[in-house]
């Protein structure tokens, strides 16, 4: 997509600039990885078992280890070695834990992670048509970023997505590595979260859903493993727990920092919750949806 600046009421093209080197889109990201991903880096250049991670990261929010490459050869298979990562990963717990703390100067233990929530990120100016089209299923724990350097001095970091219809991968692969990572590593979807029988909270969050996205283009919408939460500027500003009776919203903010409003507010601050708000409240009717979505966007409008 062509990227202009205005200059006298006129559009000029912003050339885009080559990166040079893998190492040079490895550098700026493990440097800024905490702004443009969220994730804290635990090593760059991790070798086990005669494979060589780029970026080993942290991600604090799903309790869970990231795996970055980075590419500009266009010729690798995205499925075989996201997978193969993985798996590294699974195999090797263990070695994953101790140099997390040996370099966070840390004491986390096996159980403290959320390995279901595994992720790896291949990150590359360019991906083939073919790399774009292996990654269309709805539960792959493999994302594509394109990154693009301008020559203004601005960078652009995009996520490639299935399309919502995908189906998944357990249904049509026979990879013996694929099926046994699979059994371990899961990609969360709405379907998680509701249960057929919650017709009724699942019709109320759709409706919500749709109202908080159109907040901005850049929101980003994280179903995890016990909540779904919504984002800007790597910053969660809600998350949302689904329940029978209705929805369970969670705000990142203060109670006190809320105008008055019909809900009912609670601090929750003190008390343990998967999300990771300070304030909650629950609602079940329809007619309450604008009170809610006038909450979320406080805390959307402190963020963005």
Not at 178 to 191: A, G, W
Not at 220 to 236: D, P
Request: proline share 1%; glycine share 2%; charged share 30%.
């Amino acid at each position: 997509m062509a990227i202009f600046k205005i200059e006298n009421q006129h559009l000029v093209p912003i050339k885009e600039m080559k990166f040079d080197l893998e190492k040079d889109i490895q550098k700026t990201t493990e440097e800024n990885l905490e702004v443009v991903f969220g994730y804290a880096l635990v090593r760059s250049e991790f070798t086990l078992n005669n494979l060589r991670i780029d970026t080993l990261a942290y991600d604090s929010e799903t309790q869970a280890f990231v795996i970055i490459e980075y590419k500009k050869d266009r010729n690798f298979s995205v499925i075989d070695q996201g997978y193969s990562y993985l798996a590294l990963l699974l195999n090797n717990k263990a070695d994953f834990i101790l140099e997390y703390n040996a370099r966070m100067n840390d004491g986390l233990k096996r159980d403290d992670i959320d390995w279901s929530q595994s992720r790896v990120l291949f990150i590359s100016p360019n991906f083939t048509t073919h790399q774009k089209g292996a990654i269309d299923f709805k539960d792959l724990p493999i994302e594509l970023w394109e990154v693009k350097a301008y020559e203004n001095d601005t960078l652009r970091y995009n996520q490639l997505k299935a399309a919502a219809s995908s189906e998944s991968i357990k249904t049509v692969t026979k990879d013996k590595t694929i099926k046994t990572v699979s059994r371990e590593v899961r990609e969360y979807t709405l379907e998680d979260h509701f249960k057929t029988s919650w017709q009724a909270s699942r019709e109320l969050f759709d409706e919500l859903r749709e109202k908080v996205l159109d907040f901005d283009s850049n929101t980003k919408e994280k179903i995890l493993k016990h909540c779904i939460a919504y984002e800007i500027n790597n910053r969660n500003f809600a998350e949302i727990v689904a329940q029978k009776s209705g929805l369970k919203i969670y705000l990142d903010d203060e109670i006190q920092a809320f105008k008055k409003t019909k809900m009912s507010l609670k601090d929750c601050s003190k008390v343990g919750h998967w999300a990771t708000g300070n304030t909650v409240f629950h609602f079940s009717q329809p007619e309450n949806i604008d009170d809610a979505v006038f909450l979320i966007k406080q805390v959307y409008e402190k963020y963005s």
